[in-house]
Structure formats: structure tokens, C-alpha cells
DNA sequence: CCCAATTTGTTCGTATGTATC
DNA sequence: AGATACATACGAACAAATTGG
């Protein structure tokens, strides 16, 4: 059993619990990956002697967490599946839906890990990965007229941080810096009514990323560890003073970004 | 649109599914919080007009999601729950057994967000916290004589920074440095028989851990980055040296660290 | 200590939906 | 179109756990 290490704590598991950690052991006991196909259900009634009841709610659990799918009709089945990133997303954001955190708190991690994206990325990039960067910085080229266009270039802007981690070999990287842009991009920005679009938010932003781009295309990564961070800390004292507020709510599975 | 003869819409959700989310909506749009209880399952089978099966499975996604527990008898029920750090960790984990994360890929990390950490924690920890870390590092006091023991203070030394990180008042800050720190606990060093235990990664660690300490102590902001940016540089080095590799497997849930 | 009420947990039999051949 | 193989859903009954009298 997986937990054979079970802690002293007396909490006991569910019966479907136990069948889905068990389930979990054999996939790795027996070196299944994505792809492969679980025991039907007739089969794991049978090896467990639990009803059918019992055996289809522990793989809810285990479809639950996204290590599995299922699928009707002959050939069909329990197959293992690689856990997807917004699985991923969707299941951590609600662990932060508990916490708060502050735009201080976001800036913190992003101020810390963007730059050295940056630099480990420069110098690294194709010509079309820059084009592509370049692209999405097209739409943001002119300053927004209303909160809500400023709304969306703030989201486009985001994607291009998201983009960029895509590119990152890094897998760790790459997803919490995803995450992250993903969590903002569903922040509701909370701003008085009279406020006007900050035009100081769009010039400086678009500044940097230009300036960004030359960098990785120039292979600067000194160059563009500091550009990078000096954006950040911009972005942060910009969002700080737009009252910015983080709305706790669930994240929807599908990826905004 | 494309012929029948490619899949049917993938994103289709199973009746216990759809459950699951309106209830997860309910959650979200009444303002139910930690401990409120939904509704029992017999009106659950009432209000969504289906079998008693159907909703138990979607307890059972949202109870695998660590959002609800339950509990039998007289009041007892399905109640909301704080998503534990455990849980989060354990799941977030089962993404990345299906990544191929390096040591490089980690230290990456590690070396960008500890030192902004420690940097962070100068002089705002108070006597008995600083004790506390203080504690930990007398299980490596004495250098190690096995490779098992190696082992273990190298445990010991990855608690240390789980300490730290729980010491901080940024969630998601604290969250990334544990989940990172755990998931090196839970590798498996494979190290060729006639390895000795290293004695400059136990001298290195032990001398970086106390001048930490001292530099938290005295509140010395960048003496405290500086110093865990070292150790991070030379734990990586030392790390890749040993041919450390990461094993794939499902983190248990039960925390190590 | 037992009993009764309440609520989730489990079982079984049957029927339906869906994809493949 | 029909047969087959699989998951999906339903409903009624029973079991287990917890609380309070």
C-alpha cells in the first residue's frame, strides 16, 4: 500500500480511498504510463471484492486529481493520464483560495523568478519564438482609452510572461511563473470609477518588454536579468497604487492564458 | 467543423462532474467558508434530481480535491475544508512525476527564491524562532559516518529551510520553498557503493546554516541573501557532483518534512 | 451501557448510453 | 445495421459510525 508508512494518525481512509492509493501503487510498482490501460471495472470488483459502487468512486478520485481518464464503448477503459498543467493550476489555485495573498506577496515570487527566466533565456530563443513575443506585444502598442481595454492589454501583457516561461526548458519554472501569470490575469481589478487608464503602466510595460526582446535576441542575459527586474518592481509599485485587489474564487479549469 | 469521425467534444463533463462544480459554485457564490456544511445527501439527490451514486461520486471529486470531508452520523454531513498544504503538495506533486525534472531544474529555483527568503526574514524573527532553527542544526553537528546518516542530516538540513520558509509571511512564498524542500526529501540519492559520505557538503552546509542564523539575528538583509545565495550555488554543485538523480514516484501524502 | 436516531458508507441488480467492429 | 464491450446511471436495501438520551 502506498501509505505503508501510515502516520500514527488514526485517520482511516474510505474504502474507495484505499482502493485509489492501492491503484496508484500498482501504476508505479509496474512502470504504467500515460496510455496505459487500468483493469476494467468487472476486473477490479473482482481483485478488490468491492461492490461497483466502491471501485467507480475511487476512480473519481484518482479522474479527480487527474491521474486518469476514462472512456466509454469497446476498447474503452481506465487509462493513466499525464497530469495536464491546468489540472495542475486549477488544483493549486484552490489551495490559495484559502490564503490570502496580497499583490505583495505575488511581486515577491515573480520579482524573484522572472529575471532569472529572462537570463536563462537569453541568447536561447529562435527567431520565430521572438517573433511571437513580438506579436503579442502588437496588442498593446497603442495606450488604452478605457479601464477595460487597459483590462485586456494587462492580460496580453501577461501572456507575454507566460509565453516566455513556456519557452523555458525548465519545467518548474515554466509552471509556477505560468501559474502565476494565471492567477493575476484572473484578479478583477478593483479601481475607482473616475480612475483613468494608467498610461504610465502601459508606456513603461511596453517599454521594457521591446527593450526585453532586444536583450534575449542579443543573447544579453545580464542584460536581461535587470530589465526584467526593473520591470517588475515597476509593475508592482503601478499595481500597489491602483488599489489592486486579489478576489479569492475558484479557478476555472481552463487556462485563461 | 470536422467530421464525426474524429472524437466527440473531449470536454464534455460527466453528470458526477457537473455536480461537483455547481456545488463548487454554491460554495463560491453563498460565501460558504471552512467548516459550513452543504447540504445532506439526500437533498443533494433531491435538488439535482439524481441517484444516490451519482452525488456520492461528486463528493468524492470534491473531497479528493481536499475542498470538503465528511463525516457520519448525527451532525454529521459534508462539510467545506481549508485545502491542507499537505494535499496541495501531494497533488501538485502527481504533475510533476509525469515531468522530468532535473537537479538543475530545482536548484534553479531554490537559488533564485531562498535568498529573497532569507532576505526577507532579516531581523523580523523573533529569540524563540531563531532557537528553533538553531535546534534543527545540532542533528549535523557532528559530521557524518555512513551514508545513511549523510542521509538523514541531509534531511535535516532540507527541514531547516522548511522551517524558514514557514517563518515567512508570504503564503506563496512558503508554500514554493516546502513543496521544493519536500520533494528533495523524498529523492533517493543513488550514489555508487564505495561513495563515502561527503564531508564538504556536511562542512559547507553547517557553516552557511550558522552565519545564516547569526546574519537573521543581527537583521543584516543582504548579508542573509548573500549567504544563502552561496550555499544555494555550492549545494547545487556538490548535489551534481554525487550524480544525484531524481526518482519519479507519487509523493505519499503525509508530509516528510 | 445500551438504545435510538441520523447521516454517510457499501452492496447488489438492473438498465442505459456510447463507441467499436 | 446489429452485436459487442465497456463505462455510466439508477434505486432499493443494508451496514457502519456517531451523537444524545
Request: net charge neutral; charged share 25%.
Amino acid at each position: 500500500m502506498p501509505p505503508a508508512t501510515t502516520r500514527a494518525n488514526p485517520e482511516r481512509l474510505s474504502r474507495p480511498q484505499q482502493v485509489a492509493e492501492a491503484i496508484k501503487s500498482w501504476v508505479v510498482a509496474r512502470g504504467w504510463g500515460p496510455g496505459d490501460r487500468l483493469p476494467s471495472e468487472a476486473e477490479l470488483i473482482d481483485r478488490f471484492a468491492m461492490a461497483k459502487g466502491t471501485i467507480r468512486e475511487a476512480i473519481r478520485i484518482l479522474e479527480a486529481q487527474g491521474l486518469v481518464k476514462s472512456r466509454t464503448g469497446p476498447g474503452g477503459g481506465v487509462f493513466v493520464h499525464r497530469v495536464s498543467e491546468e489540472r495542475a493550476t486549477a488544483l493549486l489555485g484552490n489551495y490559495f483560495y484559502f490564503q490570502h495573498l496580497t499583490i505583495d506577496d505575488v511581486y515577491q515570487i515573480r520579482a524573484a523568478l522572472e529575471p532569472e527566466l529572462a537570463a536563462s533565456l537569453a541568447g536561447e530563443l529562435s527567431d520565430p519564438q521572438l517573433r511571437a513575443l513580438e506579436d503579442v506585444m502588437t496588442c498593446y502598442s497603442e495606450p488604452a482609452t478605457t479601464p477595460e481595454e487597459e483590462r485586456a492589454q494587462h492580460i496580453a501583457s501577461l501572456r507575454f510572461h507566460a509565453m516566455l516561461a513556456e519557452m523555458s526548458g525548465n519545467p518548474l519554472l515554466r509552471f509556477l511563473i505560468r501559474f502565476i501569470a494565471n492567477m493575476l490575469a484572473d484578479i478583477t481589478v478593483s479601481r475607482k470609477l473616475y480612475a483613468q487608464p494608467n498610461r504610465e503602466l502601459w508606456s513603461t510595460g511596453l517599454d521594457y518588454q521591446s527593450r526585453l526582446v532586444a536583450a534575449l535576441r542579443k543573447g544579453d542575459k545580464d542584460g536581461a536579468r535587470r530589465i526584467l527586474a526593473e520591470h517588475m518592481h515597476n509593475a508592482h509599485r503601478l499595481m500597489r497604487a491602483q488599489e489592486t485587489v486579489l478576489t479569492q474564487r475558484f479557478l476555472p479549469e481552463g487556462k485563461i492564458i
